[in-house]
């Protein structure tokens, strides 16, 4: 299917019969997919076919989020629903590309004009430095 220049496929998984991928194509550099919990709408994972990079999202206002120092975070904030983006083994290299993945997740959610963040927006948490 083509919307708005960006191309949507969607499949089921042969290793995991429950999860469906969405592999959105776009004129960018990058293609990512988008493994979905059928269980939870809010535990997707961003995948970058060409690179090693991952992420994790999280709805802040419903799901528990504790931020691994050892990765990246970023957050999101659209249609009063506020997101945390985490990386999954980040390497240098993919660190480039997890504001597209991002931007990306966002357009495909519908909310082309989210925001992104360094800094928990939660009440009481510490800013990132």
Known sequence: MRLN????????????PKRKYIVVST????????????NNSCRDVIHARDTG??????CLDTDPFNPDMN??????????QLYAFESID????????????????ASYIKCPD???????PRPGRE???
């Open 5 to 16: 220049n960006i191309y949507y496929f969607c499949f089921d998984s042969p290793l995991e």
């Open 27 to 38: 004129m960018n550099r990058n293609v990512f997919l988008l493994a979905t919990d059928p």
């Open 53 to 58: 990079l991952r992420l994790r999202v999280f």
């Open 71 to 80: 990765e990246i975070q970023l957050y999101g904030s659209a249609n009063n």
């Open 90 to 105: 980040v390497t240098s290299d993919d660190a480039l590309d997890i504001v597209e993945a991002i931007q990306w997740y």
């Open 114 to 120: 989210m925001n992104i963040v360094a800094d928990d």
């Open 127 to 129: 800013i990132a430095i």
